[in-house]
């Protein structure tokens, strides 16, 4: 069954040193996200790609960058320079139109990866 | 600029009652979508339910229905029957759907407890 794996389930990264996200999918969708999300709040958009070798900023892209060189991939590398890592990360994918036909209408959610810092 | 709200950070329901989750958004754009999603404890993110901008009847699906009211701005989640398995952290997101590369806008959540 197509969808998108995240991996790994959780990682835990010393301050100071670089980390990365995986996020593959195999939907043969062309539009990537990334988000964050903190304990009781909501997701928060840090990069998106809507195609292939091209991607932009979201709202808290600071800290953060990110490839697309394939289209089923998207990494994002959490740097030393994100002041507060420590965080829930989802990774998503859509079709680009939105297929409005599909259930969940064009939007796939990763399981997560939580990122914490020691 | 885009943005969901949702207003009431918990909320408590009995079992096999119906509870109202609040959702208000702001946009400029004629052409969007709204969504709600469930996120249980261990954080996957399960969709619920869709409203178009131009659709005229409000979604439902099985024990979801949205209450979209265009002119306040407003897509209410309404779960009939509440069950156990409902406790978890619900989400209000918007999409744009024509703009902005179709990403997401999330509100803060509502975290629902049903009572037995």
């Known amino acids: 069954d197509g969808g998108i794996t995240q991996s790994p389930k959780y990682l835990f990264r010393k301050e100071g040193q670089n980390v990365t996200l995986s996020c593959e999918q195999n939907?043969?969708?062309?539009?990537m996200y990334w988000y964050r999300q903190d304990p009781g709040q909501g997701l928060r958009l840090i990069y998106y790609s809507q195609i292939v070798n091209d991607f932009q900023k979201g709202d808290i892209a600071e800290g953060y960058s990110v490839s697309r060189e394939k289209k089923e991939s998207f990494p994002l590398t959490v740097t030393s320079a994100q002041k507060n890592p420590t965080a829930f990360y989802l990774c998503?994918?859509?079709?680009?139109?939105?297929?409005?036909?599909?259930?969940?209408?064009?939007?796939?959610f990763g399981s997560g990866t939580r990122l914490t810092v020691v | 600029a885009q943005k969901i709200t949702q207003t009431q950070p918990g909320m408590f329901v009995q079992e096999k009652e119906a509870v109202t989750l609040d959702c208000t958004y702001d946009t400029s754009d004629q052409s969007y979508g709204l969504f709600w999603y469930k996120q249980p404890s261990s954080g996957e993110m399960i969709f619920l339910i869709y409203?178009?901008?131009?659709?005229?009847q409000n979604a439902t699906e099985g024990r979801y229905s949205l209450n979209f009211q265009k002119a306040r701005k407003s897509a209410n989640l309404v779960i009939s029957a509440s069950q156990l398995g409902d406790s978890a952290m619900y989400f209000c997101a918007m999409g744009l759907i024509y703009n902005q590369g179709g990403k997401l806008i999330f509100g803060q959540g509502t975290e629902l407890s049903v009572k037995p």
């Open positions: 409203q178009g901008s131009y659709d005229e």
């Open positions: 998503a994918s859509s079709s680009s139109p939105l297929q409005y036909s599909n259930p969940n209408y064009g939007y796939t």
């Open positions: 939907l043969n969708h062309d539009a």
